[in-house]
Protein backbone atom coordinates (compact mmCIF):
# COMPACT_ATOMS: atom_id res chain seq x y z
CA UNK A 1 0.00 0.00 0.00
CA UNK A 2 1.12 3.66 -0.36
CA UNK A 3 0.91 5.51 2.87
CA UNK A 4 0.83 8.57 4.21
CA UNK A 5 2.12 9.30 7.39
CA UNK A 6 1.19 13.45 8.58
CA UNK A 7 2.84 14.51 11.81
CA UNK A 8 4.67 18.26 12.77
CA UNK A 9 8.02 16.88 14.11
CA UNK A 10 9.57 13.40 12.89
CA UNK A 11 12.03 13.29 15.42
CA UNK A 12 13.39 10.09 17.56
CA UNK A 13 14.79 12.62 20.19
CA UNK A 14 11.41 13.47 20.92
CA UNK A 15 8.81 11.60 22.85
CA UNK A 16 5.28 11.13 22.31
CA UNK A 17 3.79 11.17 18.32
CA UNK A 18 7.40 12.04 17.25
CA UNK A 19 8.55 9.24 18.16
CA UNK A 20 5.35 6.07 17.53
CA UNK A 21 5.95 8.13 13.91
CA UNK A 22 9.22 7.23 13.50
CA UNK A 23 8.78 3.36 14.50
CA UNK A 24 5.52 3.44 12.48
CA UNK A 25 7.22 4.08 9.30
CA UNK A 26 10.34 1.67 10.38
CA UNK A 27 7.88 -1.32 11.03
CA UNK A 28 5.73 -0.37 7.69
CA UNK A 29 8.84 -0.21 5.50
CA UNK A 30 9.78 -3.28 6.58
CA UNK A 31 6.63 -5.31 6.13
CA UNK A 32 6.65 -4.02 2.13
CA UNK A 33 4.79 -0.57 1.89
CA UNK A 34 5.47 2.51 0.67
CA UNK A 35 5.63 5.39 3.03
CA UNK A 36 5.67 8.86 2.50
CA UNK A 37 5.94 12.04 5.72
CA UNK A 38 4.71 15.20 5.53
CA UNK A 39 5.92 16.76 8.16
CA UNK A 40 6.91 20.53 9.01
CA UNK A 41 10.11 19.02 10.66
CA UNK A 42 12.53 16.30 10.89
CA UNK A 43 15.77 15.63 12.29
CA UNK A 44 15.86 11.78 11.48
CA UNK A 45 14.66 9.74 8.36
CA UNK A 46 13.89 6.27 8.31
CA UNK A 47 15.63 4.41 5.53
CA UNK A 48 13.79 3.70 2.83
CA UNK A 49 10.82 6.63 3.81
CA UNK A 50 10.04 9.81 0.92
CA UNK A 51 10.17 12.76 3.91
CA UNK A 52 8.56 16.12 2.54
CA UNK A 53 8.77 19.04 4.47
CA UNK A 54 6.00 21.29 4.11
CA UNK A 55 6.28 25.14 5.38
CA UNK A 56 4.43 26.78 7.52
CA UNK A 57 4.65 30.35 8.55
CA UNK A 58 6.71 30.42 11.63
CA UNK A 59 6.07 34.21 12.76
CA UNK A 60 2.35 33.76 14.08
CA UNK A 61 0.97 31.04 16.50
CA UNK A 62 -2.06 30.48 15.02
CA UNK A 63 -0.99 31.28 11.34
CA UNK A 64 1.39 28.08 11.98
CA UNK A 65 -1.41 25.50 13.00
CA UNK A 66 -3.37 27.36 10.08
CA UNK A 67 -0.62 27.41 7.52
CA UNK A 68 0.50 23.56 8.36
CA UNK A 69 -3.10 22.48 7.51
CA UNK A 70 -3.33 24.76 4.66
CA UNK A 71 -0.26 23.38 2.89
CA UNK A 72 -1.22 19.72 3.80
CA UNK A 73 -4.24 19.65 2.06
CA UNK A 74 -2.76 21.35 -0.68
CA UNK A 75 -0.04 18.54 -0.64
CA UNK A 76 -2.02 15.42 -0.63
CA UNK A 77 -4.31 16.72 -3.42
CA UNK A 78 -1.18 16.16 -5.05
CA UNK A 79 -0.58 12.39 -4.84
CA UNK A 80 -2.88 9.55 -4.68
CA UNK A 81 -2.48 6.95 -1.19
CA UNK A 82 -4.26 4.37 -0.42
CA UNK A 83 -4.22 5.50 3.20
CA UNK A 84 -3.56 8.70 4.76
CA UNK A 85 -3.13 8.36 9.16
CA UNK A 86 -2.52 11.30 10.74
CA UNK A 87 -0.83 11.80 14.31
CA UNK A 88 -1.73 15.98 14.10
CA UNK A 89 -4.68 17.88 13.68
CA UNK A 90 -5.25 17.98 10.39
CA UNK A 91 -8.27 17.07 7.72
CA UNK A 92 -9.79 15.55 5.76
CA UNK A 93 -7.80 11.92 6.42
CA UNK A 94 -8.78 8.28 6.33
CA UNK A 95 -7.35 7.94 9.80
CA UNK A 96 -6.85 10.28 12.62
CA UNK A 97 -4.67 9.33 15.94
CA UNK A 98 -5.47 11.43 18.83
CA UNK A 99 -2.15 11.17 20.73
CA UNK A 100 -2.70 14.57 22.58
CA UNK A 101 -6.06 13.96 23.43
CA UNK A 102 -9.29 16.05 22.87
CA UNK A 103 -8.61 20.01 23.03
CA UNK A 104 -12.17 20.42 24.13
CA UNK A 105 -11.44 18.39 27.61
CA UNK A 106 -8.39 20.28 28.67
CA UNK A 107 -9.80 23.24 28.23
CA UNK A 108 -12.29 22.06 30.40
CA UNK A 109 -9.73 20.79 32.80
CA UNK A 110 -8.08 23.87 32.52
CA UNK A 111 -11.03 26.52 32.63
CA UNK A 112 -13.59 24.99 34.89
CA UNK A 113 -16.21 28.19 34.86
CA UNK A 114 -17.58 28.40 31.31
CA UNK A 115 -17.44 32.27 31.50
CA UNK A 116 -13.42 32.08 31.72
CA UNK A 117 -13.53 29.32 29.44
CA UNK A 118 -15.03 31.60 27.12
CA UNK A 119 -13.37 34.55 27.16
CA UNK A 120 -10.13 32.30 26.84
CA UNK A 121 -11.20 30.58 23.49
CA UNK A 122 -12.63 34.52 22.27
CA UNK A 123 -9.09 36.51 23.48
CA UNK A 124 -6.53 33.56 22.46
CA UNK A 125 -6.44 33.03 18.61
CA UNK A 126 -4.32 29.42 19.45
CA UNK A 127 -7.33 28.24 21.30
CA UNK A 128 -9.55 29.76 18.91
CA UNK A 129 -7.82 27.82 15.99
CA UNK A 130 -7.09 24.94 17.71
CA UNK A 131 -10.84 24.31 18.58
CA UNK A 132 -12.24 25.35 15.16
CA UNK A 133 -9.41 22.29 13.90
CA UNK A 134 -10.47 19.70 15.92
CA UNK A 135 -14.18 20.53 14.96
CA UNK A 136 -13.41 20.16 11.45
CA UNK A 137 -11.97 16.45 12.23
CA UNK A 138 -14.74 15.14 13.67
CA UNK A 139 -17.02 16.03 11.21
CA UNK A 140 -18.53 13.09 9.51
CA UNK A 141 -16.83 13.59 5.85
CA UNK A 142 -13.43 14.89 7.33
CA UNK A 143 -12.08 10.83 8.84
CA UNK A 144 -13.02 7.84 8.40
CA UNK A 145 -11.52 6.08 11.59
CA UNK A 146 -10.15 7.25 14.73
CA UNK A 147 -7.63 5.69 16.59
CA UNK A 148 -6.89 6.50 20.12
CA UNK A 149 -4.13 5.81 22.60
CA UNK A 150 -6.47 4.53 25.56
CA UNK A 151 -10.16 3.88 26.61
CA UNK A 152 -9.95 7.12 28.43
CA UNK A 153 -9.60 9.01 25.12
CA UNK A 154 -12.20 6.91 23.18
CA UNK A 155 -15.03 7.60 25.81
CA UNK A 156 -13.90 11.17 25.29
CA UNK A 157 -14.48 11.26 21.61
CA UNK A 158 -17.87 9.76 22.18
CA UNK A 159 -18.95 11.62 24.60
CA UNK A 160 -17.91 15.61 22.91
CA UNK A 161 -18.22 14.57 19.20
CA UNK A 162 -20.78 11.76 19.64
CA UNK A 163 -18.59 9.62 17.57
CA UNK A 164 -20.06 5.58 17.24
CA UNK A 165 -17.70 3.57 19.24
CA UNK A 166 -16.93 1.23 15.77
CA UNK A 167 -15.21 3.77 14.04
CA UNK A 168 -12.80 4.31 16.93
CA UNK A 169 -10.16 2.12 17.46
CA UNK A 170 -7.50 1.95 20.94
CA UNK A 171 -4.09 0.93 19.72
CA UNK A 172 -1.80 0.62 23.22
CA UNK A 173 1.39 2.55 22.26
CA UNK A 174 5.01 0.14 22.17
CA UNK A 175 8.15 0.89 24.26
CA UNK A 176 11.44 0.46 22.70
CA UNK A 177 12.99 -2.70 24.85
CA UNK A 178 16.44 -2.34 23.71
CA UNK A 179 16.77 1.25 25.51
CA UNK A 180 14.43 0.39 28.09
CA UNK A 181 14.76 -2.62 29.50
CA UNK A 182 15.67 -3.72 32.99
CA UNK A 183 19.72 -3.44 32.46
CA UNK A 184 19.15 0.25 32.80
CA UNK A 185 19.84 -0.19 36.37
CA UNK A 186 23.50 -0.52 35.73
CA UNK A 187 23.61 2.81 35.89
CA UNK A 188 22.49 3.32 39.58
CA UNK A 189 25.45 3.66 40.89
CA UNK A 190 27.54 5.71 38.72
CA UNK A 191 24.32 8.52 38.11
CA UNK A 192 24.17 8.58 41.72
CA UNK A 193 27.71 9.47 42.03
CA UNK A 194 27.62 11.49 38.99
CA UNK A 195 24.51 13.70 41.26
CA UNK A 196 25.94 13.42 44.19
CA UNK A 197 22.85 11.08 45.94
CA UNK A 198 24.03 8.51 48.21
CA UNK A 199 23.02 4.56 47.76
CA UNK A 200 20.70 4.41 50.40
CA UNK A 201 18.57 7.71 49.46
CA UNK A 202 15.11 7.17 48.03
CA UNK A 203 15.40 9.00 44.56
CA UNK A 204 11.53 10.00 43.13
CA UNK A 205 11.91 10.38 39.54
CA UNK A 206 10.04 12.91 37.20
CA UNK A 207 10.52 12.92 33.56
CA UNK A 208 7.99 15.72 31.37
CA UNK A 209 8.71 19.12 29.23
CA UNK A 210 5.63 20.71 30.83
CA UNK A 211 5.91 20.47 34.67
CA UNK A 212 2.46 22.31 35.58
CA UNK A 213 0.13 19.99 33.66
CA UNK A 214 1.95 16.68 34.87
CA UNK A 215 1.75 17.81 38.51
CA UNK A 216 5.21 18.39 39.43
CA UNK A 217 4.15 20.43 42.09
CA UNK A 218 1.64 17.63 44.01
CA UNK A 219 5.21 15.51 43.90
CA UNK A 220 6.88 18.52 45.63
CA UNK A 221 4.16 18.86 48.46
CA UNK A 222 3.70 15.83 48.82
CA UNK A 223 8.22 14.97 50.00
CA UNK A 224 8.01 16.63 53.23
CA UNK A 225 4.43 14.64 54.43
CA UNK A 226 6.26 11.59 53.72
CA UNK A 227 8.74 12.45 56.82
CA UNK A 228 11.40 10.57 54.62
CA UNK A 229 14.57 12.13 55.39
CA UNK A 230 16.71 10.73 52.74
CA UNK A 231 14.79 11.41 49.77
CA UNK A 232 15.38 13.19 46.58
CA UNK A 233 12.94 14.25 43.01
CA UNK A 234 14.93 14.17 40.19
CA UNK A 235 13.51 15.94 37.59
CA UNK A 236 14.31 15.55 33.52
CA UNK A 237 12.71 17.95 31.24
CA UNK A 238 12.58 21.50 30.39
CA UNK A 239 11.01 24.20 32.28
CA UNK A 240 10.95 26.94 34.29
CA UNK A 241 12.44 25.42 38.08
CA UNK A 242 12.26 29.11 39.78
CA UNK A 243 8.16 28.49 40.72
CA UNK A 244 9.21 25.03 42.06
CA UNK A 245 11.65 26.26 44.23
CA UNK A 246 9.64 29.08 45.47
CA UNK A 247 7.13 26.36 46.15
CA UNK A 248 9.80 23.89 48.00
CA UNK A 249 11.08 26.99 50.03
CA UNK A 250 7.53 27.89 51.23
CA UNK A 251 6.56 24.12 52.43
CA UNK A 252 10.26 24.62 54.23
CA UNK A 253 11.67 21.53 51.72
CA UNK A 254 15.65 22.32 51.10
CA UNK A 255 16.16 23.10 47.45
CA UNK A 256 18.74 20.20 47.44
CA UNK A 257 15.96 17.55 47.48
CA UNK A 258 15.45 18.84 43.97
CA UNK A 259 17.77 18.22 41.19
CA UNK A 260 16.94 19.72 38.15
CA UNK A 261 18.57 18.23 35.35
CA UNK A 262 17.08 19.44 31.69
CA UNK A 263 16.62 17.74 29.16
CA UNK A 264 18.17 14.41 28.37
CA UNK A 265 18.41 12.20 25.44
CA UNK A 266 19.17 9.71 27.38
CA UNK A 267 16.60 9.45 30.40
CA UNK A 268 16.65 5.58 30.23
CA UNK A 269 20.26 5.99 32.76
CA UNK A 270 17.90 7.98 34.99
CA UNK A 271 14.92 5.36 35.12
CA UNK A 272 18.41 2.86 36.03
CA UNK A 273 19.18 5.81 39.02
CA UNK A 274 15.19 5.84 40.52
CA UNK A 275 13.34 3.94 42.46
CA UNK A 276 10.33 5.27 41.80
CA UNK A 277 8.28 6.91 38.70
CA UNK A 278 5.75 9.57 39.55
CA UNK A 279 3.55 11.03 36.94
CA UNK A 280 0.45 12.98 38.54
CA UNK A 281 -0.61 14.40 35.41
CA UNK A 282 -3.93 16.59 35.20
CA UNK A 283 -4.74 15.22 31.65
CA UNK A 284 -2.84 12.86 29.96
CA UNK A 285 -4.12 10.56 26.65
CA UNK A 286 -1.12 7.93 27.10
CA UNK A 287 1.99 9.14 28.77
CA UNK A 288 5.04 7.07 27.37
CA UNK A 289 6.97 7.62 30.00
CA UNK A 290 5.04 5.57 32.40
CA UNK A 291 5.03 2.24 29.74
CA UNK A 292 9.39 3.06 29.51
CA UNK A 293 9.59 3.20 33.35
CA UNK A 294 7.94 -0.09 33.68
CA UNK A 295 9.81 -1.63 31.17
CA UNK A 296 12.66 -0.61 33.18
CA UNK A 297 11.50 -2.24 36.11
CA UNK A 298 10.32 0.92 38.29
CA UNK A 299 6.90 0.95 39.89
CA UNK A 300 4.70 3.34 38.78
CA UNK A 301 2.81 6.32 39.91
CA UNK A 302 0.32 8.38 38.10
CA UNK A 303 -3.01 9.32 38.28
CA UNK A 304 -6.72 8.30 36.95
CA UNK A 305 -6.56 10.98 34.69
CA UNK A 306 -3.61 9.89 32.97
CA UNK A 307 -4.49 6.74 29.97
CA UNK A 308 -1.35 5.04 30.90
CA UNK A 309 -3.03 4.37 33.92
CA UNK A 310 -5.24 1.36 32.37
CA UNK A 311 -2.06 -0.55 32.57
CA UNK A 312 -1.50 -0.04 36.42
CA UNK A 313 -3.13 -2.90 38.63
CA UNK A 314 -3.14 -1.38 42.86
CA UNK A 315 -0.86 -2.23 44.09
CA UNK A 316 0.63 -5.02 42.07
CA UNK A 317 2.97 -2.87 39.63
CA UNK A 318 2.17 0.42 40.74
CA UNK A 319 -0.36 3.02 42.10
CA UNK A 320 -3.17 5.27 40.55
CA UNK A 321 -4.38 8.16 42.28
CA UNK A 322 -7.43 9.72 42.13
CA UNK A 323 -6.97 13.14 42.15
CA UNK A 324 -3.91 14.60 40.18
CA UNK A 325 -3.26 17.61 43.24
CA UNK A 326 -3.29 14.78 46.15
CA UNK A 327 0.12 15.47 47.87
CA UNK A 328 -1.60 13.34 50.94
CA UNK A 329 -2.26 10.27 49.31
CA UNK A 330 0.68 10.57 47.11
CA UNK A 331 2.94 10.61 50.08
CA UNK A 332 1.47 7.50 51.86
CA UNK A 333 2.03 5.44 48.32
CA UNK A 334 5.85 7.01 48.33
CA UNK A 335 5.96 5.69 52.29
CA UNK A 336 4.63 2.73 51.27
CA UNK A 337 7.21 2.74 48.47
CA UNK A 338 10.01 3.27 50.84
CA UNK A 339 10.15 -0.73 52.04
CA UNK A 340 12.99 -1.98 49.31
CA UNK A 341 11.02 -5.75 49.06
CA UNK A 342 7.82 -4.53 47.97
CA UNK A 343 9.61 -1.57 45.63
CA UNK A 344 11.49 -4.65 44.18
CA UNK A 345 8.27 -6.54 43.50
CA UNK A 346 5.93 -4.11 42.04
CA UNK A 347 9.20 -3.32 39.72
CA UNK A 348 9.32 -6.59 38.31
CA UNK A 349 5.85 -7.03 37.98
CA UNK A 350 5.62 -3.71 36.03
CA UNK A 351 8.20 -4.82 33.89
CA UNK A 352 6.45 -8.00 32.97
CA UNK A 353 3.25 -5.98 32.30
CA UNK A 354 5.72 -3.68 29.80
CA UNK A 355 6.70 -6.86 27.91
CA UNK A 356 3.20 -7.03 26.39
CA UNK A 357 3.39 -3.40 24.84
CA UNK A 358 5.92 -3.88 21.88
CA UNK A 359 6.13 -2.01 18.34
CA UNK A 360 5.65 -4.98 16.64
CA UNK A 361 2.19 -5.61 18.80
CA UNK A 362 1.42 -2.14 17.53
CA UNK A 363 2.66 -2.35 13.83
CA UNK A 364 0.23 -5.18 13.82
CA UNK A 365 -2.50 -3.51 15.52
CA UNK A 366 -2.18 -0.84 12.73
CA UNK A 367 -2.01 -3.13 9.52
CA UNK A 368 -5.40 -4.43 10.98
CA UNK A 369 -7.10 -1.09 11.14
CA UNK A 370 -5.64 -0.45 7.37
CA UNK A 371 -6.37 -3.32 5.79
CA UNK A 372 -10.43 -3.07 7.44
CA UNK A 373 -10.31 0.47 5.51
CA UNK A 374 -8.86 -1.27 2.35
CA UNK A 375 -11.98 -3.64 2.31
Given amino acids: MRICIVIRRLSQSWGGAERVAVNLCKGLIQNGHEVTV???????????????????????????????????????????FDIVYSLTQIYPVDIYRLGGGIQRHWMKIQYPNPVIRLIKYSTSLVHLAMYWLENQIFKEDNCRLFVTNSKLVKDQIAYYYKIPMKRIKVIYNGVDFEIFNTGVKKYRKSMRQMHHI???????????????????????????????????????????????????????????????????????????????????????????????????????????????????????????????????????????LRDNQMREKLGNNAADTAKNFTWERHLQEISMVFDLLKK
Fill in 38 to 80: LTANADVKPQGVKVKIIKINKNFSPLKILSFQHNIKKNMSLEK
Fill in 198 to 336: AEDELVLLFISNNWERKGLSTIIKAMPKTDIKKIRLVIVGRGNKAPYLSLAKKIKLDSDKLIFIGHSKETEKYYGMADIFILPSRYEPFANVCLEAMACGLPVVTTITNGASELIEEGVNGFVLEDWNDSESLAEIIRR
